[in-house]
């Protein structure tokens, strides 16, 4: 079965530092990769995606995450944080072309200081 | 495009009342899907559906039921509600099977059951 795993319940941040959510897989095939965001109040917004070629991949807002398949690792980084970046993070797996939708991480939650 | 919308956004049950959301998207997808979201849990697939008049469980299906009558509606109904099912609900949909496209979401309901 696919599994998903975000190891960083919480990750505090100041302002303009340069941020890194982890993401580690578990999936037996060619995996799609995804992150979304979702604002408090709101619902999910797509970041980014992997589904082939060059493993970095560009998202929306300045983000960027790199698809490792030796460490099973989709990580989401953004050079330097902005207040607005404070939201829930989460990485999701699928593939396979089976209609069931994507299995979840629990999420990440970033927090922005001043 | 209004997109993916949800009504109600909130709503209070008491144990055994039922009730029914509806989810509707005017982007002509095939597929659409219900999660719920619960603290520390991510997101769980509920139900989803390929197309109109189809519906197949997800990964926690029970004590849900859901119809989708029109391509554009997907209805999740709760038939006695429960204490375990106050959750925030997502709706979602998107072009292509769920694994492997992105999938829209909609603004949630927040739903209590007392």
């Known amino acids: 079965a696919q599994s998903v795993t975000q190891p960083d319940i919480h990750i505090t941040v100041s302002e303009g530092a340069s941020l890194e959510l982890r993401c580690n897989y578990s999936?037996?095939?060619?995996?799609?990769l995804f992150w979304y965001v979702q604002s408090p109040g709101q619902g999910l917004q797509l970041l980014l995606k992997?589904?082939?070629?060059?493993?970095l991949v560009q998202g929306i807002k300045g983000f960027e995450a790199e698809f490792k398949r030796s460490q099973s690792s989709f990580n989401l980084r953004k050079p330097s944080v902005h207040w607005s970046d404070a939201a829930e993070y989460f990485c999701?797996?699928?593939?396979?072309?089976?209609?069931?939708?994507?299995?979840f991480g629990k999420g990440t939650h970033l927090i922005i200081q001043p | 495009n209004a997109g993916v919308t949800q009504t109600p956004k909130f709503r209070v049950l008491k144990t055994g009342q039922s009730m029914t959301l509806l989810c509707a998207q005017d982007?002509?997808?095939?597929?659409m899907y219900w999660y719920r979201q619960d603290p520390g849990m991510g997101l769980r697939l509920i139900h989803y559906?390929?197309?109109?008049?189809?519906?197949a469980k997800g990964e926690v299906p029970d004590g849900y039921n859901v119809s989708r009558l029109k391509k554009q509606n997907f209805l999740l109904g709760l038939e006695s509600a429960a204490p375990s099912q106050t959750s925030v609900y997502f709706c979602?949909?998107?072009?292509?099977?769920?694994?492997?496209?992105?999938?829209?979401f909609g603004p949630g309901t927040r739903l209590t059951v007392l």
């Open positions: 979602a949909s998107s072009v292509l099977a769920g694994s492997t496209d992105t999938q829209y």
């Open positions: 999936y037996g095939a060619t995996p799609y």
């Open positions: 992997y589904f082939s070629g060059d493993t």
């Open positions: 999701a797996v699928g593939g396979g072309g089976g209609a069931d939708g994507l299995t």
């Open positions: 982007m002509n997808h095939e597929y």
């Open positions: 559906s390929v197309g109109e008049g189809t519906t």
